[in-house]
């Protein structure tokens, strides 16, 4: 038994030194004091941080890509919301298939949606305005609220709604005084999930408003196509921390292990659930 | 806790030569999880071909001791003697005893045949033996021909019956059960508890079931363990855990009791405010006196008797039970309907609380 | 409270926004590509309106069904190598404390997230000459000069394997969470070792998920667009890799239309066929 709990121990440090590698190369990378990539890193300076404030180019990128991710997943939500509800609300099977529409364009590979985008900005003639990455991005994450939104009404005590309505509230207020507040961690993480998401994406970005303007993944490989900085690496850097940083604010306040899929938390948080642990 | 398993007036936990065979020995087992304490230095003695039932409401440790037992669980303390040989470290899948889960934990992607020989498969049976044995321990629990059927397809006392043959199908020294029966309904659990014994002293295996049915217990245990806290409070058999119970937990767990206090007066022990016959614990100026309802004897009220007041009478058709308050303290009396007294709500009577029938416990 | 049909035209005023956007800003561009995919290409990269078959017909000439292949078998293999290590893994981490499992499935979360271009790039520095792996090894010593691993296949498979591997491990993550742990437990009362009872026990009775999750992982690896381009020379070049070279560098719309027409229909097919194990899977059980 001992020795099955070694081999657990080694898999469990050989994927995570497999899945952190490359991370810390860049972290490491981008602290080289020349203006080369250098790894084990000489010499060490945070300018090529600064320079993400600094440098005008950067800057407009880094406002871009976060615009861009507030927006997006805000409209996401915004359309995950009303369906997921309607959905929950209605006996409608018929309705099912917009929540196919919503799962379609995430489990496809990107670069078709993206390919669809092209074509459809160009034949509609709106080709360029920034707006369109807002509309394409928000469809092409729209899942992702979506998802955690039907996991959260899924969990709701539907004879809450029923006490309300008993005591004489319609729809719109059971809706706005019942279903939201409760509702709200979950529109909450859909709407980080999406943000994290567009502001790593690249490929819808690029194809929509990519000859226009540039998102922080767009910058990045237009850099490494024409010359490699340690800012690059910062930006990548700093875009890896704040994703991670989101995720772990999701799990602060949620059950991450339940909204992944696994069965709700015991109340023995730390012990393994057993069944009939007497 | 040290335990004094011959608690019994009778010692049945010897073979008829009079030599006690060693069994399964469990010494100073102490199980902690973080800074709970699940099993408290548990010590305990099953002799062989015994069926002992861990009996307990919920957390008090039954389960966790049955998992240490079985190898699940590795003890925080203490050790688990086997007929002499020690195998607490021994690994689980070495150890040759039979479980049966209270998920019953059939293998739905393998046939009821398949999942009875999967125990003989991984000891390299030849095929034509692990046909026969299916075929024995089909016989044995009363499903002959099943070998081909999915589990899904089987009704829950069926399912019984395949995890049971299952188990038993390498004939394993120890047979352990958690909550075997607690998925059937009513009618044919004790219709299997029934089945269940037979079985075991049939084979004459040692058994050890976690229960929280107390009647499941009597029925089945040769010795009832109840647990509470991590800890053994009493090991005796049904008859003696019922009639002798070592605290005021066993007896209001076994059955049901009136719990009634015994204290030093001026003229000697009072029970419900007049003398007692009882005696007090050595130095000790109060006690708790169990009696069942059954035992309580309901007259006319006279000066020598505790005398109350009968505030509800619940008929049940079998037996008709008397709710009598004396002074603040609810005592109940039950009588079968035969038996019957001719009192209402709100008669006095008096309750004569024979001292044979009253056992005076310490805690 | 029961779900109740709608009855007045007020009760599908929810359903109007969501589905207004999705039908105008999904089902129309997917249905514009189509289109598009049978029109003709003209030079300078512009397409004039059409019904043709020609950029269906160059699926048949041998360049296209080189990279088609490739395209397939290294998504295969990615797959199968990332089935391989996520199987024992997503298992051992479902069995882990709830507090290790959390911080597990936000590194997971973080990388599945991660842009496909800061892949690239780490993972081309990472594998570079002067700021990867091998300068590591040399400092250390067990190397005497430093080399590049990329481009290369080997780069390429590595890298996709990385970005592949969150995703099958989040994909396979519920059905083993919720795994039943008697099962193993039993297997191991009766007297199977840990590994034994992992392959005769906790294997087969999720095979249908298993397999669904291997479909999943494929069609996942599929959609990698930038990292043979970053990582990989032009033989190492997938479908996706193509799409994007068409469309944006040679500009021909037609051809990259009717090549995303086709994965799409490759992606349906797959994930159709998914959908019907689920449905088998729920019809034995």
Known sequence: ?278 | MRLALWRGTRSHLHDSFGLTMPGLELKGVTRDFGSIRAVNDVDLTVPNAHFVCLLGPSGCGKTTLLRMIAGLDLPTAGSIVLDGDDITHVPLHKRDFGMVFQSLALFPHLSVGENIAYPLRIRRMPRAEQKRRVEELLTMVHLSGYERRAVSQLSGGQRQRVAIARALSVSPRLFLLDEPLSALDAKLREAMQVELRQLQQRLGITTIVVTHDQREAMTMADTVIVMQGGEIRQAASPTDIYRHPADSFVADFIGSTNLLELVRGDGGPMLLGRPSRLALPYAMSRAIVSIRPEDVRITAPADDVPAGTVTFIRDLGGTVEYFIDVAGTEVIAVTTPHERRPVSIGAAVGLLLDPAHCVVLTR | MRREAPRSWRDYLPLAFPAAMLIVFFVVPFGTMIVVSFFRRQQAGFYTPDFVFTNYARFLTPFFANVLGFSLWLAIAVAALSMIIALPFTYLLTRAPRRSQTAWLVALLSILALSEVIIGFAWSTLLSRTAGLTNLLVAVGLMDAPQALMPGFGAVLTAIVYQTLPYTILVLYPTMARLDPTLAESARTLGASPIRAFFTVVLPVQRTSIIATLIMAFIFALGSYLLPQILGRPQNWTLSVLITDQAIYQSNMPFAAAMAVFLVLVSLGLVGLTLLLGQQREKTS
Request: no cysteine; net charge neutral.
């Open chain 1, 1 to 278: 038994m001992i020795s099955s709990r070694f081999l657990a121990r080694l898999s469990f440090a050989v994927v995570a030194v497999f899945l952190a590698a490359p991370l810390v190369v860049i972290g490491a990378v981008s602290v080289n004091k020349k203006q080369m990539l250098n790894f084990p890193p000489q010499g060490f300076s945070i300018d090529w941080f600064a320079q993400i404030f600094t440098d005008p180019e950067w800057f407009r990128a880094l406002i871009a890509s976060l615009v861009l991710a507030a927006l997006s997943a805000a409209l996401a939500v915004a359309i995950a919301l009303p369906l997921s509800w309607f959905l929950w609300r209605r006996d409608a099977p018929w309705a099912r298939i917009f929540q196919v529409l919503g799962v379609a364009p995430f489990t496809l590979p990107p670069v078709i949606t993206a390919l669809g985008f092209l074509t459809f900005w160009a034949a509609s003639g709106f080709y360029g305005q920034p707006w369109t990455a807002v509309i394409a991005h928000a469809i092409f994450f729209v899942t992702l609220p979506l998802v955690t939104l039907s996991l959260g009404f899924s969990s709701l005590d539907r004879s809450l709604v029923e006490a309300a309505a008993v005591m004489g509230a319609d729809d719109r207020v059971v809706f706005r005084t019942v279903v939201l507040p409760l509702i709200l961690p979950y529109a909450v993480s859909g709407y980080a999930f999406a943000f994290v998401l567009s502001l790593n994406e690249y490929i819808v970005a690029y194809m929509t408003i990519g000859f226009v303007m540039e998102t922080l993944p767009i910058k990045i490989f237009n850099a490494l196509r024409y010359g490699y900085t340690p800012t690059m690496a910062a930006v990548s850097f700093l875009i890896v921390t704040l994703t991670a940083l989101v995720f772990a604010a999701i799990a602060r306040f949620s059950d991450l292990p339940q909204l992944m899929g696994a069965m709700p938390a015991q109340n023995d948080g730390d012990i393994k659930a057993t069944p009939s642990r007497d």
